[in-house]
C-alpha cells in the first residue's frame, strides 16, 4: 500500500503516523520528495492494516490494492508444474474432461473411456454438488468419489473432483487434485484445509472475484506450504447476456504474462451451451492457457445436471486436437 502525506505534513507529523506501523513490524520505506512524501508500507503483517492510515490527519490518501505483496509473492520463484498422478499442469496444454456430475459407475465408465480416447488428460466428476437449489440433484457423495476414483484407475487418468467442506477432506486422500469450486473460492477454511493436505489443488474464480481476489485466494493454500495450485477462470457476472457467464480471457492473459502458477479455463459453466464451447477452447488456447477443463456427455440430453453444455466425446477429440495445435502456434 502507498500512503501519501499532505505536502503540510512535517516530519514529526510523519514519523507519528508510521510509528504504529514500525512498531508492528510492517516493513516501511518512505520517499520525501519535492512534492512531499511517501510511504510503502508492506501488507504482509497481519498486525497493521496500512488502510487505517487514512484517518491520520497528516495523511493525504492511501491507495494501491492489499494484496499487492501477495501478487508479488505468487509471481516470483520458479515457474509451478502441477504433477497429479501422471499428469503435469503447466507444462504442455493439458485437457481436463468428464461429466458434470458422477451419476452412475456404468455411466461414468463409459464416459471414462470415451475421454481417454478422445485424448484427454485427467478426468473430472462432480461427487459433491454445490447447485443453486436445494431441490436439484447433489451428487452421489463418498459413493459418486469412489466411482471417480476406480473409474480413473481403469483408464489411467488422474481425477479431480470439488469438495464443499473441510470435514469431507479424508475421503479425498485418492482424488489427485482436489477442486475449489466457484462457490467457494472465497471459504478460507476450506482453502486451508486443502492448503494443509499439501494435495493439488484446482482454485475456480468465484463469479464476482477480481483478479487480486482470486489470487488472495491462492495464497491462502500457499500460506500453509502448499504450491500446488491451479487456476482455473470459467466466468464471471458482467454485462454479458449470450452465455451463462462472461469469459475473462484478459484475465487469463494477464496473469499468464506474470503469476508463477499455471492458469487454466473452464469454457463449460461459461459458455453454458453446448456449441460455444469449442470456440471458447480454442481462445483459451490462444492466450495462453495451461489447459481446458470441459464438460462431457455420451448422452446429454438424459444428464442431471448442465446437460446443455456437456460436449460429445467425438467434439471433445477433435477440439483438444485443435486447441493443442493453437497453443503452440500462440507459445
Ligand atoms: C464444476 O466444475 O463442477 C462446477 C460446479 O463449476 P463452478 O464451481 O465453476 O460453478
Ligand atoms: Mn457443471
Known amino acids: 500500500m502507498i500512503v501519501v502525506f499532505k505536502k503540510s505534513a512535517d516530519e514529526a507529523q510523519i514519523k507519528r503516523a508510521l510509528s504504529l506501523a514500525v512498531s508492528r513490524g510492517a516493513s516501511v520505506d518512505l520517499t520525501v520528495g519535492k512534492e512531499g512524501a511517501q510511504a510503502r508500507i508492506s501488507d504482509l503483517c497481519g498486525d497493521f492494516d496500512a488502510r487505517s492510515l487514512v484517518r491520520d490527519p497528516a495523511v493525504e490518501g492511501v491507495y494501491g490494492e492489499p494484496e499487492t505483496e501477495f501478487r508479488s509473492r505468487i509471481s516470483r520463484g520458479e515457474k509451478v508444474v502441477v504433477r497429479a498422478g501422471g499428469a503435469s499442469i503447466g507444462d504442455g496444454f493439458c485437457v481436463i474432461a468428464g461429466p458434470c456430475a458422477v ?68 475421503l479425498f486422500h485418492e482424488t489427485d487434485i482436489i477442486q475449489i469450486g466457484a462457490r467457494n473460492a472465497q471459504n478460507y477454511e476450506l482453502l486451508r484445509e486443502v492448503g494443509r493436505s499439501g494435495r493439488p489443488v484446482l482454485l475456480k474464480r468465484g463469479y464476482a472475484m477480481t483478479v487480486g481476489e482470486w489470487l488472495s485466494a491462492a495464497e491462502y493454500v500457499l500460506a500453509e506450504g502448499n504450491e500446488n495450485v491451479i487456476l482455473c477462470e470459467r466466468g464471471i457476472r458482467a454485462a454479458g447476456e449470450s452465455a451463462r457467464f462472461t469469459l475473462d480471457l484478459a484475465a487469463v492473459a494477464e496473469l499468464k504474462t506474470g503469476v508463477r502458477l499455471p492458469v487454466i479455463v473452464d469454457p463449460s459453466h461459461a459458455g453454458g451451451k453446448a456449441d460455444i464451447v469449442a470456440p471458447l477452447c480454442l481462445a483459451a488456447a490462444a492466450v495462453g492457457a495451461d489447459g481446458i477443463m470441459v464438460e462431457v456427455h455420451d448422452a446429454p440430453e438424459t444428464a442431471l445436471s448442465d446437460g446443455a453444455q456437456a460436449i460429445l466425446p467425438e467434439t471433445l477429440a477433435e477440439v483438444s486436437a485443435r486447441a493443442r495445435k493453437v497453443r503452440e502456434a500462440s507459445s
Do not use: C, H, N
Open 103 to 170: 451419476e452412475s459407475e456404468e455411466g461414468l465408465f463409459r464416459i471414462a473411456r470415451a475421454v481417454k480416447a478422445a485424448g484427454a488428460d485427467v478426468l473430472r466428476g462432480g461427487a459433491f454438488k454445490p447447485r443453486t437449489s436445494p431441490y436439484s440433484f447433489r451428487g452421489l457423495g463418498e459413493e459418486g468419489l469412489k466411482m471417480l476414483v476406480s473409474a480413473g484407475r481403469e483408464f489411467g487418468l488422474p481425477v479431480v473432483s470439488e469438495i464443499t467442506d473441510p470435514r469431507q477432506i479424508d
